[in-house]
């Protein structure tokens, strides 16, 4: 059984940090490309960052240079590092994992864990 499990989410005020984490069972998680999305009230699910089991990385152009996105293969766990934080990052992110096995996709998504950004 496939289990993605966030946490770190919170309320923090205009200019703080936070860190969130997924924890992955079930998976070889090495294998697998990780990512982070978020998803504002009302508004369509967006992809934050990726990291491939290589660690390669790439990020949306408004969390460039704010966030950072990593990887422990070691304990099956994938951060987000999140400075500089604005109320627009306000959201429920989600962790997802992503692998293609000769032409088929298995994803998995975590349950989510609430940001919010405000004064």
């Known amino acids: 059984q496939v289990q993605l499990v966030e946490s770190g989410g919170g309320l923090v005020q205009p200019g703080g940090s936070l860190r969130l984490s997924c924890a992955a069972s079930?998976?070889?998680?090495?294998?697998?490309?990780m990512a982070w999305s978020r998803q504002a009230p009302g508004k369509q699910r967006e992809l934050v960052a990726t990291?491939?089991?290589?660690?390669?990385?790439n990020y949306t152009d408004s969390v460039k240079g704010r966030f950072t996105i990593s990887r422990d293969n070691a304990k099956n766990t994938m951060y987000l590092q999140m400075n500089s934080l604005k109320p627009e990052d306000t959201a429920v992110y989600y962790c997802?994992?992503?692998?293609?096995?000769?032409?088929?996709?298995?994803?998995?998504w975590g349950q989510g864990t609430q940001v919010t950004v405000s004064s």
């Open positions: 997802k994992a992503l692998r293609v096995v000769a032409t088929t996709p298995y994803r998995y």
């Open positions: 079930g998976i070889i998680f090495s294998a697998y490309t």
């Open positions: 990291i491939t089991g290589g660690g390669s990385t």
